[in-house]
């Protein structure tokens, strides 16, 4: 009797392991990231303006520039934050092509340049070079900043943690790019000038400007 009750209780157990492994399975089925032809749908969206015009409730951290986050930004952190992308991408270099393309040494790069992956059209007629800005625009949103883009990853709403991926992104190449300069508020005084330093020792401007 005792063994008897115990094998239904073990058979219940198994039962429902069996349950939600098969759960597991088809959820994993139902919900696999996969590329239609033809997307469906597009979001055209301007592509500066989609932070600030759009969503209508960017948090006060998105008003930072990239380059401000950047200047604080963790490579470290961002290699622990790509994990998110690893189910696509290889970050190592030389390593392979993935569901989306390899991603050593992506900054700087022309976009949708690299060997053996076949990129979307929508990315081949994007055209420049990855430049922080525009990862950083495009990790936010993919479909926005690339209306037609293959890349179904949803975005990443957080500017530090974009930051700490473009930190990391840049750190892994061959010639990590020089951080964007924080545009601040100083317009560059001496730089511009309207008149050529010909006048030499003389204090032009300042006499001037008195009224
Ligand atoms: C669901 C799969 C998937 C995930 C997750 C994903 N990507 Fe992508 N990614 C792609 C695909 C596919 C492309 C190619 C897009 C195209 O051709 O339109 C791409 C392209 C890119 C490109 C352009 C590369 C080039 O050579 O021009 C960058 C940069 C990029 N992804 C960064 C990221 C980052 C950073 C993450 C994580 C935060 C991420 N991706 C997550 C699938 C993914």
């Not at 469906?40 to 303006?49: K, N, Q, T």
């Not at 189910?87 to 390899?102: E, M, R, T």
């Not at 949103?141 to 930190?167: E, H, Q, V, W």
């Not at 840049?170 to 008149?195: F, I, M, R, T, Y």
Request: neutral net charge; contains cysteine.
């Amino acid at each position: 009797m005792d063994s008897f009750e115990l094998n239904k209780i073990l058979g219940a157990l198994l039962f429902t392991c069996l349950l939600t492994l098969t759960l597991n399975i088809t959820a994993g089925a139902v919900f696999a990231p996969h590329q239609p032809a033809k997307p469906g749908f597009e979001i055209a969206v301007p592509e500066s303006d989609a932070a600030a015009a759009g969503g209508g409730a960017a948090p006060a951290e998105e008003k930072k520039s990239v380059a401000e986050l950047l200047a604080s930004a963790d490579p470290k952190k961002g290699e622990a934050a790509v994990k998110k992308c690893a189910s696509c991408h290889n970050f190592a270099k030389g390593g392979p092509n993935g569901i989306g393309p390899n991603l050593y040494g992506v900054v700087g790069r022309a976009k949708g340049s690299h060997a053996g992956f076949n990129y979307s059209d929508a990315m081949k007629a994007k055209g420049g070079n990855w430049t922080f800005e525009d990862i950083d625009h495009f990790i936010t949103n993919p479909k926005a900043f690339i209306p037609g883009t293959k890349m179904t990853y949803a975005g990443d709403a957080k500017g530090t943690d974009r930051a700490n991926i473009l930190a990391y992104l840049n750190q892994n190449s061959d010639s990590p790019q020089p951080l964007p300069k924080v545009a601040e508020s100083k317009p560059a005084e001496g730089a511009g000038g309207d008149k050529p330093a010909a006048g030499g020792d003389k204090p032009a401007a300042a006499p001037e400007k008195k009224q």
